[in-house]
C-alpha cells in the first residue's frame, strides 16, 4: 500500500471518529433546551436528532455554497457585504441579541479585537459570555447584530468559511486526529491550503519546529501529553493562516506545570501579528496575559479595560471575582 493510500485510510477513519464524536455532542444536546452555550440553533428542532447533516445544516445556516465555493478561496466580496463600520485589522460585534425561546440570554453585546493584541471574554456562569462567543465563531446563529471582519460582515457565514477569512478556533475539548500522527494531524489542514508540495512541507517543518514539536513528529496525537497536545492543535491551527484565534477555554484540563506554557503560546500568537479572543473559568491567568477584557453580565457587557481596571472596578468585585481577589 502506497504511502498516500494508507494515509488517505488514516484520514478515513479520522473523519468518522470525528462524525461519530459530533452526532454524540448532537443527540446530548436537545434543540430547544434553554442553557447557556448550546450548539444547536432552535431554528432546526422541528428536524429531530435523527435528521441527516446536511439537513440540519441548511436549517441552521441555508443552502450550502456550491462546488466552486467550497472548492476555492473566494475574494470577500464574492460572499459578503461591507459592515459599514470598523475596517483592516479588527474583529468586531456589534449590538448581538440572543434568546432561547422567552428567556434573554444576550442583550445588545458589543466588542472588538484587534490584530496582535489578546482580549478576554469573562463573566459569571450564566452570564452569556459562551453564548457570545459561539456567535462569534459561528456555532450559535444570532437572533440579530453583526459580526464583521476587516469591516466586512460575515454574519451570515457559517463557522468553516468564516475559517477560509481568517477567524481560527480552538476549542475546549480534544481536537485532534487520535489516529493520526503528529505531523500528519498539521498536514491535514495544509493539504488543502497549501497546494505547493515543497512548500506545503516546508510550512510543516517551519510549525513543527516552531511550537517544539519536531521530535514528536511521528508520535500519535493520542499519546500526546495535555500541553503537548495544545501546541499541536495551535499549529494545525495556524496551518489554515488565521489572522484571529478564539481560544475556548485554552486553561481547562491543563495541569498547573503547563499553565505557563500556554500563556507564552499566546504571546507567540499575539507577536505573529495575530488577534486572540479568550473565554475561560481561570480569570487570574486569562487576566495575566490579556491586553483587555470585557465582563458580561446577565447578557450585558458590565464594563471593559485593561486588567487593572477590571480588578479594581467595584462592581466586578461585588457581582464576580470577590472582595479579597487578588492578581
Given amino acids: 500500500m502506497s504511502y498516500l493510500s494508507a494515509l488517505s485510510l488514516r484520514f478515513r477513519a479520522a473523519g468518522q471518529s470525528l462524525a461519530r464524536l459530533a452526532e454524540g455532542v448532537r443527540r446530548s444536546r436537545k434543540p430547544d433546551e434553554i442553557f447557556e452555550g448550546q450548539w444547536i440553533d432552535a431554528g432546526a428542532e422541528n428536524l429531530g436528532a435523527d435528521a441527516d447533516e446536511e439537513a440540519r445544516d441548511k436549517a441552521f445556516w441555508g443552502p450550502a455554497p456550491s462546488v466552486d465555493q467550497q472548492a476555492a478561496f473566494e475574494p470577500r466580496s464574492a460572499y459578503h457585504e461591507p459592515a459599514g463600520f470598523d475596517g483592516e485589522g479588527l474583529l468586531s460585534v456589534h449590538n448581538l441579541a440572543k434568546s432561547y425561546k422567552s428567556r434573554r440570554v444576550v442583550e445588545d453585546v458589543s466588542l ?39 469591516g466586512y460582515d460575515v454574519t451570515p457565514l ?62 500519535p496525537a493520542v499519546a500526546l501529553s495535555g500541553g503537548e497536545r495544545r501546541r499541536c492543535e495551535i499549529a494545525r491551527a495556524l496551518a489554515g493562516h488565521p489572522s484571529f484565534m478564539l481560544l475556548d477555554e485554552p486553561f481547562a484540563g491543563i495541569d498547573p506545570i503547563a499553565v505557563g506554557g500556554i500563556q507564552d503560546l ?62
Avoid: C
Wanted: hydrophobic letters at 40%.
Fill in 158 to 219: 457559517p463557522m468553516y468559511r468564516r475559517a477560509r477569512l481568517g477567524i481560527g478556533y480552538l476549542p475546549q475539548e480534544a481536537s485532534v486526529f487520535r489516529g493520526l500522527s503528529v505531523e500528519d494531524n498539521i498536514r491535514a489542514v495544509l493539504e488543502i491550503t497549501q497546494p505547493d508540495a515543497k512548500k506545503r512541507e516546508e510550512e510543516l517543518d517551519a510549525l513543527l519546529e516552531e511550537f517544539r514539536l519536531t521530535g514528536l513528529r511521528h508520535t
Fill in 112 to 150: 472588538h479585537v484587534a490584530r496582535g493584541e489578546a482580549v478576554g471574554l469573562l463573566g459569571p456562569n450564566g452570564a452569556g459570555k459562551t453564548t457570545v462567543f459561539y456567535m462569534i465563531t459561528g456555532l450559535v446563529k444570532p437572533d440579530r447584530g453583526v459580526i464583521s471582519l476587516d
Fill in 266 to 327: 499566546v504571546r507567540h500568537l499575539k507577536a505573529r501579528g495575530i488577534g486572540v479572543l479568550i473565554t475561560d473559568h481561570s480569570v487570574r491567568e486569562t487576566l495575566g496575559l490579556t491586553d483587555r477584557a470585557y465582563i458580561i453580565y446577565n447578557g450585558h457587557v458590565l464594563t471593559e479595560g485593561a486588567p487593572e481596571e477590571i480588578v479594581a472596578n467595584p462592581d466586578v468585585r461585588r457581582i464576580y471575582l470577590g472582595e479579597d481577589f487578588r492578581m
